[in-house]
């Protein structure tokens, strides 16, 4: 199956710094996710993105399906930002379904 | 419209015990899932469904068991439950599982066994 790897793996900011978050996958996809996940537990999706640039407020994501890579961009960054970044890609290539296979995270910690 | 619901929310069980995690959706999702998470691991896929009748297994399959009778709901069953299953259980959904869609997560299920 694909590998996905993340990093860092732990990022410390001061609340109002930016910061980029890398995802590694070691096939071609056609579909990728970014989830947070908050000190509560909860799974929030935040972007489903293939290929290309998607941005939601402060937040914006860049795949670059071709060189297999994708960025998650934090701006101005706020306490509430903290806890765990997962990207998720399919678990074979070739497949767009949901099947996906995640990452191990990066903890970010944003301190006030 | 309330998404993907997990019951219970937290579960204590015995050594030996059986019990079902339960997950409904009511989006009208095609495909759905579970996943389990241990602590400074990512997810892992136990089973998953691309629709009503159809189920098949994901990367951690053994000790549970699923069905799909209807396309909202996909229960969990541990069989006979062991301390390695002491984890929180996600559910999650997806509308369409060829194109890929998002994928939607319940708030979890945080299992221990003793």
């Known amino acids: 199956g694909i590998q996905v790897e993340q990093s860092p793996p732990d990022l410390i900011l001061q609340e109002g710094a930016n910061s980029t978050l890398r995802c590694n996958f070691s096939?071609?996809?056609?579909?990728l996710q970014w989830f947070h996940q908050n000190p509560w537990g909860q799974l929030i999706n935040l972007f489903y993105?293939?290929?290309g640039t998607k941005q939601n407020g402060r937040l914006s994501a860049t795949t670059v399906a071709t060189e297999r890579y994708s960025l998650l961009y934090i701006s101005s960054s706020q306490t509430t930002d903290s806890g765990v970044y997962f990207c998720?890609?399919?678990?074979?290539?070739?497949?767009?379904?949901?099947?996906?296979?995640f990452g191990e995270g990066t903890q970010l910690t944003v301190n006030p | 419209n309330a998404g993907v619901t997990q019951t219970p929310k937290f579960q204590v069980l015995k050594t030996g015990q059986s019990m079902t995690l339960q997950c409904a959706q009511d989006?009208?999702?095609?495909?759905m899932s579970w996943y389990r998470q241990d602590p400074g691991m990512g997810l892992r896929l136990i089973h998953y469904s691309v629709g009503a009748g159809i189920t098949d297994q994901g990367e951690v399959p053994n000790g549970y068991n699923v069905s799909r009778s209807t396309t909202e709901d996909f229960p969990l069953r541990l069989l006979s439950a062991a301390p390695s299953q002491t984890s929180v259980y996600f559910c999650?959904?997806?509308?369409?599982?060829?194109?890929?869609?998002?994928?939607?997560f319940g708030n979890g299920t945080r299992l221990t066994v003793t």
């Open positions: 989006m009208n999702h095609e495909y």
């Open positions: 998720a890609v399919p678990h074979m290539r070739g497949t767009s379904g949901s099947r996906l296979t």
């Open positions: 096939d071609s996809v056609n579909n």
């Open positions: 999650a959904s997806s509308f369409d599982r060829r194109a890929g869609s998002p994928l939607h």
């Open positions: 993105i293939p290929s």
